[in-house]
């Protein structure tokens, strides 16, 4: 054993014990709660995604002809693909939450203050390419609602002043989406933005570790003598242990709740049926809004209805999921659906209605 080291120590002139004393910072006695540890979850999940990433690519077909029916196959045919997929997707949807999660810590801890503004900018640049990668990645599938969203997120961008078409056109390949977008979109999710994610992270932790881990004092307390502990083992444990939970998670979820490729119609059911729920909701509280409130209080009750509708944006795609994989989820996609097409247009109506103006009285 000594020999293979010194042959190795020989052709690899790195100390280990100079690399340990590099990365064995003392960090703030404060990081032993777990929830300052949530800066190594997302890259951590980040490293899971590209994993599952690479050999979900080894099947997937970015063309519109073949895009949907490589997914399919992944899901039904590939051995341990569901799993796979599962793992990628879940995997996504904790990433985000693991970042803004991380944001929010380091807003209401004060850590963004001077001299960390910098970094605090470079943290809301991964924040952003952590929600592309999410955008476009759901825009792969190439079924309705991905479809959809990937044109309203194009139409989004093209409101930006100045550089809003030259994106559009960037993205879609023309002005719509057309036979060399989901190419595109392969790219970006698949090589751009992890890379620029990759060299943003570096310079993120380049700059944690320059200034240091923030001490954390509340106004108004007692100054007492500083208590660190070794980055190496201890918080290392830590991270490792939170690791080695979310992959129990990861697991639990990609096993008991899986990606199932939906029947297209199913899919389409699903997505007809959120259209009309999103034109009966924004009918009636428009008219509720313009005819119950005061001019001055429109924003406050247009404000009330926007984060109303988010909370339903959370919980809405499980519900989507639901119906259109479950047992009969098509008949009542479509049922559900046309009843609030139904609805829909009734309060639309009615808002017609009450916009009309009164007849003249004789």
């Known amino acids: 054993m000594n020999r293979t080291g010194d042959w190795i120590a020989e052709r690899v002139p790195i100390s280990l014990e100079g690399v340990a004393a590099m990365s064995n910072e003392p960090v703030p006695y404060h990081l032993k709660r777990w929830w300052f540890a949530l800066g190594g979850t997302p890259a951590y999940l980040f490293v899971v995604q590209i994993i599952t990433g690479v050999l979900l690519a080894f099947y997937y077909q970015p063309a519109p002809a ?19 997929r599962g793992l990628h997707k879940w995997g996504a949807t904790l990433m985000i939450a693991a970042v803004v999660l991380h944001q929010m810590r380091v807003f209401f801890t004060g850590a963004y203050r001077r001299p960390r503004e910098l970094n605090w900018m470079i943290g809301m640049t991964i924040l952003v390419c952590t929600l592309l990668l999410g955008f476009t990645g759901y825009s792969l599938v190439f079924e309705q609602l991905s479809y959809w969203g990937a044109t309203v997120g194009a139409n989004i961008s093209d409101t930006v002043p100045v550089v809003g078409p030259i994106m559009k056109q960037a993205l879609l390949g023309g002005e719509v989406y057309n036979d060399r977008t989901l190419s595109r979109f392969f790219i970006l999710h698949g090589a751009v933005l992890p890379v620029v994610l990759i060299l943003v992270l570096m310079m993120h932790i380049g700059l944690v570790r320059l200034h240091g881990v923030t001490e954390l004092t509340f106004e108004g307390e007692e100054k007492k003598p500083a208590k660190y502990f070794n980055f190496f083992p201890e918080h290392f444990y830590t991270e490792l242990i939170i690791g080695l939970t979310l992959m129990i998670l990861l697991s639990a979820l990609a096993t008991l709740l899986p990606t199932i490729s939906a029947h297209p119609l199913a899919v389409f059911a699903s997505g007809l049926l959120f259209g009309a ?45 639901w119906v259109a994989d479950s047992a009969g989820g098509l008949r009542l996609g479509f049922a559900v659906s046309a009843g609030m097409l139904a609805l829909g247009a009734l309060l639309a109506s009615r808002q017609r209605a009450l916009q009309a103006p009164a007849p003249e009285r004789a």
Do not use: C, K, M
């Open 66 to 84: 073949t895009a949907y029916e490589s997914v399919r196959y992944i899901t039904e045919d590939a051995s341990y693909g569901w799993y796979l």
């Open 277 to 321: 729920v999103f034109l009966s909701v924004v009918a009636s509280t428009t008219a509720l809004v313009r005819h119950n409130l005061p001019a001055e209080a429109w924003p406050a009750g247009i404000g009330a209805f926007t984060i109303v509708f988010a909370a339903g944006q959370i919980v809405g795609p499980t519900i989507v999921g």
